[in-house]
C-alpha cells in the first residue's frame, strides 16, 4: 500500500483521559501541518471511558486540525503484549513514517513533523530525546 500520509502516529491507550488529551495537544499545537499526520488509537473494548472520551473530546481538537484520526478496539492484552497493539496499528497505517507515541508523552518540539520529514527517502531509526 502506497502512503497517503507523512506520519502515522501509533498511539496505544487505556484509563488515562486527562494526560492523554494534554499529550495529544501537545502534539498538535507543535506540529506544522498537521494534515500530513494520522492517529491510530489502541484501545480495549472494556475500556469504555476511553472509548466514549475519544469520541467526544478528542475527535473534536483533532477534526479542527485537520488530522485524520481512527481507532482499533482490541480484547485486552495487558501491557506486556503491546507489541501486538503497536505492530497491529502499523498495519493499519497509512504513513511513510511511523511514530510510536504514549499517552502520557508530551511533544516539547516546535515543528517536530518537518525534522521527522526531513529524513523522508532515507533508512532511519528516529529516537525522541526525552527528559
Known amino acids: 500500500m502506497e502512503a ?4 502515522s502516529i501509533l498511539l496505544p491507550t487505556r484509563g488515562r483521559t486527562e494526560v492523554l488529551k494534554k499529550s495529544i495537544l501537545t502534539l498538535v499545537d507543535k506540529c506544522k501541518n498537521p494534515k500530513d499526520i494520522e492517529v491510530i488509537f489502541g484501545i480495549d ?8 472520551y475519544v469520541k467526544s473530546d478528542i475527535a473534536p481538537i483533532m477534526q479542527s486540525a485537520g488530522i485524520e484520526t ?3 478496539i482490541f480484547k485486552p492484552l495487558g501491557y506486556e503484549n503491546l507489541h501486538t497493539y503497536v505492530n497491529t496499528l502499523a498495519g493499519s497505517s497509512q504513513g511513510e ?3 510510536f507515541w504514549n499517552d502520557d508523552c508530551l511533544m516539547e518540539s516546535q515543528d517536530w513533523d518537518e525534522v521527522v520529514k526531513s529524513y523522508t527517502g ?3 531509526l528516529l529516537a525522541p530525546k526525552d527528559n
Open 4 to 7: 497517503t500520509k507523512a506520519i
Open 45 to 52: 473494548e472494556d475500556d469504555q471511558t476511553v472509548i466514549d
Open 70 to 72: 481512527r481507532a482499533n
Open 97 to 99: 513514517w511511523l511514530f
Open 122 to 124: 532515507q533508512f532511519k
